[in-house]
Every structure is written in C-alpha cells, then in structure tokens.
C-alpha cells in the first residue's frame, strides 16, 4: 500500500462512516472472508459496516463467524439497495471490475459513496478513490491484514478477524500450495493463528463436509475427464443434468478442476459446467506455470482472473463451448509446450 492512499485512506476513517462492503457474484472463501475480516475490523475501529454479495455461496462457508449478517442481494434486493444508497464508503473487495457483481453492478455505479477497491486480480479498473491492487499477493484476505496494518491497526486482530483472513487465505492459496503463497503469507497466517483461527478445525469445517451426492458427482466428473497430450491439456464437463441427478448444490463442483491440473505432464486444466438457468456455460481455467489462463479467459471467454486461476463463461451449448474450444487450442500449442 502506498503512503498517499494510506493517508486517504485514513482521511476517510477519520470520522465514523456508514460502510458496506461488496463481494463478487458466487462469491468464494476469499470473497466471503475478507469481506468479513474487513467488517469486523472497521465495526472495531468505531465504523458501521455491513457486508453485501450479489448471490448466495456455498455451504462449506456457512459456519465463518458474521455469516449471519451477510445480505444476499439476489434474496433481499430492497435491503442491499438501501444499504448502498445510504452508504458514505463502498468498499469492493476481491475483484477488479464492476461487471464482476452481476446486477448489482447498476446500483453501485449510482451510489453516493466514495469507493476503496481491495483486490488482488490482473488489470484493475479505475472506479476507486482509493485502489489497494496488488496481483502478487495471495489472497484478499491477505491484504485486508496488510491495510489493517498500514493503517496502524494489526494488534487489535479479534479472533473473528483472524478465522475469516485465515479461511480466504487459505482457499485461494489452495492450502499454500500455489505460487502466490510468499514467506509474508506464511507470517501473516502465524500471526492470525496466534490471535486464534485454529488451522486444524478450518480446515476440517471447510474440506470435510462433503455429502454423498457430492462424492458421486466427483466421481462423475473424473470419469468424464479428457486428455488432450499434445496441448498438455485436460478438461472435465458437468451437464446439468448430470448436476440435477446429484442434486447440485452451490459449491458441489469447487476445486474439481484441480484434479484435471493434478495430472502429471498437464499444465493447462479446464472445467465446463453447464448452467441452464442462465444459458451459460461456466468455465474454470487453472495452468500451472508460464501459461497465462487470464489472457486466454479474456481472450475468448469474456472473463479473467490470476496468471494461474481464472474464469470465463460461453453462451453456446455444452458441446459446441467444447468443440470451440479444442478448435482454439492449436494456437496455443507452443505456449503450452514450453509452459
Ligand atoms: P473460479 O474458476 O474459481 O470461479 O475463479 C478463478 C478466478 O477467476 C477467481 O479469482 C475469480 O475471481 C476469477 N473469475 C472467475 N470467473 C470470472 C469471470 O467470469 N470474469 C472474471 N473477470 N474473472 C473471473
Ligand atoms: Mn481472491
């Protein structure tokens, strides 16, 4: 964080402020943790805040202390549009563009409010009085620490603080696994241990809660993964059908495309998932190494997101998004040999 956005920033909170805080549409455990981390901490400091995100998001989240006061545009549309229109700061977090908030997006363009972005996705947009972007760090979660701490705050981390910091960090970081994991990351996540996010429970409350119908669908998805060796490529499909037999829930298909990426020689990993009530077809892009998946989203799938993470969507049938994709990959081949 720079030094004149820092004393913006400090500007701003000065005096008590109105805020609400903005996640992105399917919100995940970075969106939801940080924006609750962030909300526990400037209640602390003397703010109102409210959290607000444009849709629901899964149960494995559901138990982060604060979830309760989480408003879900799409289920209390009057009480978000309030909250914002009364709102004297927005703060938008974990993501890098207005379009990423579906149709909320309308109602913040004619907000009153100043707005802090804080996020961590390529090539952020201009819409901020005061914009923390930084595409090198792990997480949001990780940088709503480092702003608490810019802003001469981080020992007054509460253990809700650190459990919802914890849990976004460790989502998006895929339990420190990817490259985005830094030494710093590692010493914020002692630290909110210290003040009290127990790693062990996190980690059984947001990866060992799987039900049945989740396992089968799992089991459906790795059977119906492609490999394609000369792109070192590998995709999953899920129809919907095949999701209504499982009786889909929010969250049921997170992390399977890491499966597809698991394989070995593999640096190029995609899911497609068939979404009939919006006549999309949701795409997840993971790669390992060299291989830009954010150009290649933005490219051809209206979307974005991280180096090695990113998502798009296609308005085309299942098949055809497929089809259309395999018929992309040749273009890509020397980029994905020397990934
Ligand atoms: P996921 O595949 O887990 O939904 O998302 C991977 C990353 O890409 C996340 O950082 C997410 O915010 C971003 N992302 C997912 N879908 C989209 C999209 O449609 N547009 C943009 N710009 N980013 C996306
Ligand atoms: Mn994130």
Not at 158 to 185: C, H, W
Not at 227 to 244: F, G, N, V, W
Not at 311 to 339: C, M, V, W
């Amino acid at each position: 964080m720079n030094k004149e956005t820092t004393q913006l920033v400090e500007t701003l909170l000065a005096s008590p402020q109105k805020a609400v805080i903005i996640g992105h549409k399917n919100p995940d455990g970075d969106a939801i943790g940080s924006c609750l981390g962030l909300s526990f901490f400037l209640k602390k400091i003397g703010h109102s805040a409210a959290v607000v995100m444009p849709n629901d998001f899964p149960d494995f989240l559901k138990w982060l202390p604060g979830v309760e006061e989480v408003v879900i545009y799409e289920k209390e549309t009057e009480k978000s549009t309030q909250l914002i229109e009364e709102a004297s700061l927005i703060f938008t977090l974990d993501f890098n563009s207005l379009e990423r908030v579906g149709e909320l997006q309308q109602i913040l363009e004619s907000a009153d409010a100043k707005f802090i972005m804080i996020d961590h996705h390529q090539q952020p947009a201009d819409y901020a009085v005061a914009t923390f972007s930084d595409v090198t760090m792990s997480s949001t979660s990780e940088m709503v620490y480092h702003f608490m701490d810019a802003l001469g705050h981080s020992e007054i981390l509460s253990e809700a603080i650190a459990i919802n910091l914890y849990t976004g960090i460790m989502t998006d970081t895929g339990s420190f696994r990817f490259s985005s994991t830094s030494p710093t990351t590692h010493r914020v996540a002692a630290k909110l241990i210290e003040a009290g996010a127990d790693s062990a429970l996190i980690n059984q409350n947001v990866y060992d809660t799987n039900s049945p119908d989740r396992m089968k669908l799992l089991g459906l998805a790795l059977s119906n993964l492609h490999i394609l060796p000369e792109y070192r490529t590998a995709y999953i499909t899920m129809s919907q059908k095949e999701l209504d037999a499982h009786n889909f829930k929010k969250g049921d298909t997170e992390g399977f495309v890491n499966y597809a990426l698991s394989l070995q020689g593999v640096v190029f990993a995609v899911i497609f998932i068939e979404n009939k009530q919006e006549s999309i077809v949701k795409i997840s892009f993971r790669s390992k190494g060299e291989f830009s998946v954010n150009a290649f989203a933005r490219n051809h799938y209206s979307g974005g997101g991280h180096n090695n993470a990113a998502g798009g969507k296609s308005s085309q049938s299942l098949n055809k998004t497929i089809s259309e994709f395999i018929s992309i990959l040749p273009r890509y081949k020397d980029e994905l040999a020397h990934a």
